[in-house]
């Protein structure tokens, strides 16, 4: 993905944000939601429409996202108003419930697509509908896994983001398994950060990074064919040798927080700092250099 020109703080500037905020509720309840404490009000087709006319002066790409896109019933309008205005690459983030649904899928896999980024919290409905609080959310969004890989062009990109907890992440090499193992090729593993207010201080829900990164360094090396993105997490986190493979977020923002060692790194241009919640519950120490 690619933007015309840097613009700073975009994902707290309204209006110059490669992604657009069409849901306003949620079929599921995430417990590491950072959207959970937050009111969305209601938006017509026609303001999403003019600010996708804003996003698009800005960038070439374009994501319908939070909180659940796809329960809009103009979804598929939306996506294909975007193609209309000629993004690179349009996508949409979701739980990937609705694509249990075959016509669903059908249609917006006719619409303007180029990339679904589909979030899962375990490769078991145990570990999955723990995290959501809904039961069935697991088998249902399973379901849309294979209908996507079923109907999609390949041409399309189809990423499965996993989300770690201090609850799942003993078993993250087995849910990545899981993810090979039903044909996905593109992988990124997201690590919570602690953004709503009901696990701001939880150290039940929020894993410390040192304990997931040696994790994250042996699913890349036993499935060497995926093409993986290890978010939020600086290369500060991992052994020398693995520092390639941080995928910190690359936009500014307010809630991150330089430290002293950032001054010295390597990937200081590629990296914004470290969340300041996050630094408030386990601190600096597990960062070097």
């Known amino acids: 993905m690619k933007s015309k020109k840097k613009v700073k703080n975009v994902y707290y500037t ?77 996508g949409i983030t979701t739980n990937g ?8 899928t059908k249609d917006i896999l006719k619409s303007g697509l180029t990339q679904i980024v589909l979030t899962i919290a375990g490769g078991t409905a145990r570990s999955h509908d723990l995290h ?31 989300m770690v907890t201090k609850k799942n992440f003993k078993e993250l090499l087995k849910t990545v398994d899981f993810c090979v193992d039903l044909g996905i090729k593109e992988i990124n593993i997201g690590h919570i950060m602690p953004l709503n207010k009901a696990i701001e201080h939880s150290k039940e829900i929020v894993a410390r990074m040192s304990d997931v990164v040696p994790i994250l360094i042996r699913s890349h090396n036993r499935h060497e064919n995926i ?18 493979m941080a995928f910190p977020c690359l936009e500014e923002n307010p809630q991150k ?33």
């Open 14 to 90: 309204a209006g110059k944000s490669p992604f657009v905020y069409v849901g306003y509720n949620c079929n599921n309840q995430c417990i590491f939601c950072f959207e959970a404490d937050k009111k969305f009000p209601y938006k017509t087709t026609d303001q999403i429409k003019k600010e996708i006319d804003i996003i698009r002066k800005i960038f070439d790409f374009i994501n319908f996202m939070g909180q659940e896109p796809t329960l809009r019933k103009d979804i598929i309008e939306l996506i294909n108003y975007a193609k209309c205005l000629k993004f690179e690459e349009i």
């Open 97 to 104: 419930r609705m694509f249990a649904y075959n016509d669903f």
């Open 132 to 162: 959501t609080l809904v039961k069935g959310s697991f088998e249902q969004s399973l379901a849309g896994i294979r209908n996507i890989l079923k109907f999609k062009k390949r041409s399309l990109s189809f990423i499965v983001n996993i």
């Open 227 to 244: 093409k993986f993105l290890f978010v939020e997490y600086p290369a500060c986190i991992f052994p020398k040798k693995y520092q390639h």
């Open 257 to 289: 927080s330089r430290i002293k060692l950032c001054s010295k790194c390597n990937y200081k241009d590629n990296c914004t700092g470290i969340s300041k919640a996050y630094l408030n519950l386990y601190g600096y120490e597990e960062f070097k250099i």
